[in-house]
């Protein structure tokens, strides 16, 4: 019985062992816990003062000042490519401007340059469309200027008759150029004459191929219209088209009226 008293702590010894013990624990609950760390907590209010008073501290405040300052810097880009993309359109329409009257006062001046040019042709043709230039016609060797004139005149009237057109009348003739020191017995000064009649005239060149049949010094003479310049420059390539056809044995080609005509007994 003794035994199990013991083991209980029914006894004694065994009750002021747990009288000691509870004092003890009520001590510990009494002792400050200074060993144990507590958590560093705030309250909401307290991050936001924290935040308002150190902004850069905050990452979303850094993301919108980011934000903001590249849209500050879109927009002053944006506004300067507005600002070079006006100044290039004003230069380019300006230097447009510019080289369009240079243009166009190229093209008028040309222009002007054209007409002038065709008016004053339309001009020296009208004036030269009653003369005819006779070649080969030999010089007089008479010393006195009117006696080798006469003799000049008779020799037209009978080149005219030679091609067999009737009542031309010649309003005026000279020789062209200087006198030649030999008295133009190698090469004779082209006559200029002047018919009355323009279509007297046409006749006259039309009937000048029969020249190459009379019997006399006539045969040697040629006839050409008095050509302007410009004329005598399309001439010059026609006579040259026509030597290279004669010399390709292309028959029956002759220049006429500033035109290389073939005469139709070789069309075929």
Same mark, same amino acid.
């Given at each position: 019985?003794?035994?199990?008293?013991?083991?209980?702590? /029914?006894?004694? /010894? /065994?009750?002021?062992?747990?009288?000691?013990?509870?004092?003890?624990?009520?001590?510990? =609950?009494?002792?400050?816990?200074?060993?144990?760390?507590?958590?560093?907590? @705030?309250?909401?209010?307290?991050?936001?003062?924290?935040?308002?008073?150190?902004?850069?501290?905050?990452? =979303?405040?850094?993301?919108?000042?980011? =934000?903001?300052?590249?849209?500050?810097?879109?927009?002053?880009?944006?506004?300067?490519?507005?600002?070079?993309?006006?100044?290039?359109?004003?230069?380019?329409?300006?230097?447009? $401007?510019?080289? %369009? $009257?240079?243009?166009?006062?190229?093209?008028?001046?040309?222009?002007?340059?054209?007409?002038?040019?065709?008016?004053?042709?339309?001009?020296?043709?009208?004036?030269?469309?009653?003369? %005819?230039?006779?070649?080969?016609?030999?010089?007089?060797?008479?010393?006195?200027?009117?006696?080798?004139?006469?003799? $000049?005149?008779?020799?037209?009237?009978?080149?005219?008759?030679?091609?067999?057109?009737?009542?031309?009348?010649?309003?005026?003739?000279?020789?062209?150029?200087?006198?030649?020191?030999?008295?133009?017995?190698?090469?004779?000064?082209?006559?200029?004459?002047?018919?009355?009649?323009?279509?007297?005239?046409?006749?006259?060149?039309?009937?000048?191929?029969?020249?190459?049949?009379?019997?006399?010094?006539?045969?040697?003479?040629?006839?050409?219209?008095?050509?302007?310049?410009?004329?005598?420059?399309? @001439?010059?390539?026609?006579?040259?088209? %026509?030597?290279?056809?004669?010399?390709?044995?292309?028959?029956?080609?002759?220049?006429?009226?500033?035109?290389?005509?073939?005469?139709?007994?070789?069309?075929?």
């Amino acid at each position: 019985m003794a035994g199990r008293g013991n083991r209980g702590g /029914g006894g004694p /010894g /065994g009750g002021q062992q747990q009288s000691r013990g509870s004092e003890e624990r009520e001590n510990d =609950t009494s002792r400050p816990a200074s060993s144990v760390s507590e958590p560093d907590i @705030h309250s909401d209010s307290d991050q936001e003062e924290a935040l308002l008073s150190n902004p850069a501290d905050c990452g =979303t405040c850094k993301k919108k000042a980011m =934000t903001d300052e590249n849209k500050k810097m879109r927009s002053e880009l944006e506004e300067w490519q507005a600002k070079c993309t006006a100044f290039k359109t004003e230069i380019v329409e300006e230097t447009t $401007d510019k080289v %369009l $009257d240079v243009v166009r006062d190229t093209v008028i001046s040309q222009i002007q340059g054209i007409v002038k040019e065709e008016m004053n042709e339309k001009e020296e043709r009208e004036k030269r469309q009653g003369n %005819l230039i006779l070649f080969n016609v030999v010089e007089s060797q008479e010393e006195e200027a009117q006696i080798a004139k006469e003799r $000049d005149e008779e020799k037209c009237k009978e080149i005219i008759r030679s091609t067999q057109t009737n009542n031309v009348k010649i309003v005026e003739f000279k020789r062209l150029g200087k006198p030649n020191a030999d008295n133009g017995r190698n090469k004779p000064r082209p006559i200029l004459i002047e018919i009355e009649s323009f279509e007297k005239k046409k006749e006259i060149l039309k009937n000048a191929r029969n020249l190459k049949f009379a019997k006399d010094w006539t045969r040697e003479v040629g006839i050409m219209k008095d050509m302007t310049p410009r004329e005598r420059t399309q @001439h010059k390539e026609l006579m040259k088209k %026509l030597f290279e056809k004669r010399g390709n044995g292309e028959l029956g080609y002759y220049v006429y009226d500033g035109k290389l005509l073939r005469n139709k007994a070789y069309a075929n």
